[in-house]
């Protein structure tokens, strides 16, 4: 605890320093205010009063990250008093904050002991902030094999306002290959990637989504029905991957698998695309294995554990 008590303890000192300030500030303003009469006493005033408020509020969120600190450095539930003796805040003024905290998920209170632990929605941050960050990184590599062993190129998306977006691509070296980029847009209704990401959501989110976003027609295959198209969710959702069938363009075809964190949340989705030639029968089967392979790896590296399909 040494260190972070160190830290603890200069930002104390800020506080203390920034509060001397804004009362020294204070009182020279009211000086000149006094010096320059009615008109300058209420334009100094005003700026004061704005520069004091300011300064409570950085103290008190300052105070408050010194709470969550402490928290995080301990093994056990910590009491008000021992808050206050460690910190050197006062009760009453901890009391407020730690009811603030409480409310927005980050601090929790034990209803026997009345002593305070970090909240869950610190941890679901720090797994947020977390798998954003790595997903991409830890996916590479996973769909440098998935590429080479079914000489389809490879893509990992997200779903970004209603539409899948690419965020990553492993192109194949097969002669006849999709032409795409990261950053690309496609529809969810028509494509293996849609369907899967919307797969993870509760149907009333799915019908909301495609309601704004409507479900045009591209091919003669593009499932435009909402019923029909969550019917196919359904069959998603059962067999854990998903398909489109010529449904944005004819001629190709797409196989995706969801990506999941640690909470079971879908995540992401990987895919492989190619050619309808190249994508049907028994080698659209030893290509989907290898895929559901590469899915599961990525999902386990993040934290799930949970079983697949």
């Given amino acids: 605890?040494?260190?972070?008590t160190a830290s603890r303890n200069t930002d104390m000192n800020a506080i203390t320093a920034m509060q001397g300030a804004t009362s020294a500030g204070a009182a020279l303003l009211g000086k000149g205010a006094a010096k320059s009469g009615a008109h300058g006493a209420g334009t100094a005033n005003a700026n004061?009063?704005?520069r004091i408020t300011q300064g409570a509020g950085i103290r008190v969120i300052v105070k408050a990250a010194a709470v969550i600190d402490l928290l995080a450095e301990s093994n056990n539930p910590v009491s008000l008093?021992?808050?206050?003796?460690?910190l050197g805040i006062a009760k009453s003024t901890l009391h407020g904050i730690l009811a603030t905290l409480s409310s927005i998920g980050y601090v929790s209170k034990d209803p026997d002991s009345g002593d305070y632990r970090l909240g869950l929605r610190l941890f679901e941050l720090g797994n947020t902030i977390s798998h954003k960050l790595d997903e991409r990184r830890i996916a590479k590599p996973y769909m440098q094999v998935l590429s080479e062993k079914t000489g389809e190129t490879a893509h990992l998306?997200?779903?970004d306002d209603g539409e899948v977006?690419?965020?990553n691509k492993q192109e194949s070296n097969s002669s006849i290959r999709i032409i795409t980029e990261s950053g690309l847009k496609l529809p969810v209704h028509c494509s293996g990637l849609g369907k899967v990401l919307l797969a993870g959501m509760p149907d009333e989110e799915i019908l909301a989504l495609l309601a704004k976003k409507g479900m045009a027609k591209?091919?003669?295959?593009?499932?435009?029905?909402?019923?029909?198209?969550?019917?196919e969710i359904e069959r998603v959702r059962r067999q854990g991957w998903a398909s489109d069938k010529q449904e944005f363009m004819i001629g190709l075809k797409c196989v995706a698998a969801p990506i999941h964190n640690i909470n079971g949340k879908v995540i992401c989705a990987i895919s492989i695309s190619g050619p309808i030639s190249r994508m049907s029968g028994d080698l659209l089967e030893a290509k989907r294995a290898h895929l559901m392979k590469a899915a599961k790896g990525i999902s386990k590296k993040l934290g799930y554990t949970g079983g697949t399909k």
């Fill in 48 to 50: 004061a009063a704005n």
């Fill in 81 to 86: 008093t021992d808050l206050s003796g460690e």
């Fill in 165 to 167: 977006l690419y965020i």
């Fill in 218 to 231: 591209y091919t003669e295959t593009t499932i435009t029905s909402t019923d029909v198209f969550m019917k």
């Fill in 157 to 159: 998306a997200i779903l």
């Fill in 1 to 4: 605890m040494g260190a972070a």
